[in-house]
T-cell receptor, first 114, second 116 residues
Framework: EPEVTQTPSHQVTQMGQEVILRCVPISNHLYFYWYRQILGQKVEFLVS????????KSEIFDDQFSVERPDGSNFTLKIRSTKLEDSAMYFCASRPDGPGNTIYFGEGSWLTVV | AQSVTQLGSHVSVSEGALVLLRCNYS??????LFWYVQYPNQGLQLLLKYTSAATLVKGINGFEAEFKKSETSFHLTKPSAHMSDAAEYFCAVSLFGSSNTGKLIFGQGTTLQVKP
């Protein structure tokens, strides 16, 4: 069964450093998402991406964050100048076009900022 | 704006007992509703979804949920709990339409503990 894959599974970075989290969505999907889950809290929407541009973003997704789809298969989340509070599990997700279609999640990238 | 409330952050049941995880939603238009499960150190896996067809939805692993518009609820049930059901369960709401990206809005999650 096709799946969303994410790398790295775990990354430790120093405060102030830049981090890039990578995702390979399911190949025929058209919508891509990033979500965040701080330890012990709920899963929060960060951003959605469609037709090579951001279609929606949350208040969390400020200028520190950016996304891109550089080569038609990878979907990346860049976090600039990381802060301690950026420590979280970051989930990539994708879905096909059409209402009600399932959003498929990757297994997540656990980011620890020290 | 849509929102989801899961009543009870922790639910504990005995193996073989009924599982009931509560979810209430708020939406100004007919929503699509989802239940996802998260096993330790894993991603989110879809259990079942409601997309305006049958109000009683059956999912994987023996779970089912009933959409009740009058109660704005979408509670998740399983007749008989198994030890392997121990996990975090998330209810989520989504809207689809020309101005909606289909993003999911999650509830706070409910940790299900199954005792032998």
């Amino acid at each position: 069964e096709p799946e969303v894959t994410q790398t790295p599974s775990h990354q430790v970075t120093q405060m102030g450093q830049e981090v890039i989290l990578r995702c390979v969505p399911i190949s025929n999907h058209l919508y891509f998402y990033w979500y965040r889950q701080i330890l012990g809290q709920k899963v929060e929407f960060l951003v959605s991406f469609y037709n090579n541009e951001i279609s929606e973003k949350s208040e969390i997704f400020d200028d520190q964050f950016s996304v891109e789809r550089p080569d038609g298969s990878n979907f990346t989340l860049k976090i600039r100048s990381t802060k301690l509070e950026d420590s979280a599990m970051y989930f990539c997700a994708s879905r096909p076009d059409g209402p009600g279609n399932t959003i498929y999640f990757g297994e997540g990238s656990w980011l620890t900022v020290v | 704006a849509q929102s989801v409330t899961q009543l009870g952050s922790h639910v504990s049941v005995s193996e073989g007992a009924l599982v009931l995880l509560r979810c209430n939603y708020s939406s100004s238009v007919p929503p699509y509703l989802f239940w996802y499960v998260q096993y330790p150190n894993q991603g989110l896996q879809l259990l079942l979804k409601y997309t305006s067809a049958a109000t009683l939805v059956k999912g994987i692993n023996g779970f089912e949920a009933e959409f009740k518009k009058s109660e704005t609820s979408f509670h998740l049930t399983k007749p008989s709990a198994h030890m392997s059901d121990a996990a975090e369960y998330f209810c989520a709401v989504s809207l689809f339409g020309s101005s909606n990206t289909g993003k999911l809005i999650f509830g706070q999650g409910t940790t299900l503990q199954v005792k032998p």
